[in-house]
């Protein structure tokens, strides 16, 4: 049931991040075409494109994240014995789990209210600001669930290998 859920909400935020790629290239491509061809610039594709990056760099780093394609360093952690290399990943999924909470979502979320509340609108488009904030607990929530899983996961394989090391039967 996990897996289903996990597989729909994946190829759901992958859809969701082409979908805004695309968007922001017919932006971008379309100002090219209004300022250097038409020689009439266009007033909103500007902000646009900038709005659309925001969405593209956060649901990107949640992708990212669920591929394992994020930098780290690989060279000193390549070095730990698996132990503490487990531990490491342990660690750093417990520190993402925390940052997707508690920024990402929370004060995403906050962040989104209150901007919704104050009717904050951006200058060319006359968009609520709260659709442009709304990136952040959006990608919090799947890089929530993705560090969650992946920690579980970091957790279980350690407790493997402590039950190899005792002397005790792994059970695959």
């Not at 992958?14 to 209004?34: N, R």
């Not at 061809?37 to 709005?51: M, Q, R, V, Y």
């Not at 997707?100 to 488009?125: D, E, H, K, N, Y």
């Not at 990136?135 to 579980?152: D, K, Q, R």
């Amino acid at each position: 049931m996990f897996r289903t859920v996990k597989k729909w909400l994946d190829r759901s935020l992958e859809f969701l991040t082409a979908l805004t790629m695309g968007v922001l290239v017919l932006d971008v491509t379309w100002q090219v075409i209004t300022r250097f061809i038409l020689k009439d610039p266009s007033s909103w594709t500007e902000e646009l494109a900038t709005f659309l990056m925001i969405w593209v760099g956060l649901l990107g780093a949640a992708v990212a994240l669920n591929r394992g394609a994020h930098l780290g360093i690989d060279y000193f952690v390549g070095k730990f014995s698996v132990k503490n290399r487990l531990l490491s990943q342990i660690f750093v999924f417990a520190v993402v789990a925390g940052f997707a909470l508690l920024v990402l979502m929370i004060g995403g979320w906050r962040l989104v209210a209150l901007t919704f509340r104050w009717g904050q609108t951006s200058p060319a488009l006359s968009l609520p600001m709260g659709y442009v904030y709304l990136a952040a607990p959006v990608s919090g929530f799947f890089m929530l669930i993705y560090s969650i899983e992946f920690c579980v996961e970091s957790i279980l394989k350690y407790m493997k290998t402590k039950s190899i090391s005792s002397g005790g039967a792994a059970e695959e």
